[in-house]
């Protein structure tokens, strides 16, 4: 168990009994529904494969401010509404 998920079964065990029964129910309904879901969905795919590449490090997150200035350099100047 990673030390966030043992954090968090922690703290969920530190519940009054009538919330971790609230929290047990809701993840075993989206376990079930998970289960349900067509996994040769596209999309379902797309995603594994993002994630694989974020996980692996070829992937990498941008800042917002990265963004605007790769769209910047393509398009020429942006106004940004904040």
């Given amino acids: 168990m990673t030390t966030n998920l043992n954090?968090?079964?922690?703290?969920?065990?530190?519940?009054?009994?009538?919330?971790?029964?609230?929290?047990a129910a809701t993840l075993f309904e989206s376990v079930k529904l998970a289960e349900q879901h067509d996994h040769s969905d596209p999309w379902v795919e797309e995603l594994r494969r993002r994630i694989q590449k974020l996980e692996s490090g070829e992937a990498k997150f941008m800042t917002w401010e990265e963004v605007e200035q790769r769209l910047?350099?393509?398009h020429g100047k942006i106004q940004v509404n904040r």
């Fill in 72 to 74: 910047a350099e393509r």
């Fill in 7 to 23: 954090e968090i079964y922690q703290a969920a065990l530190a519940l009054p009994l009538s919330d971790r029964a609230d929290l």
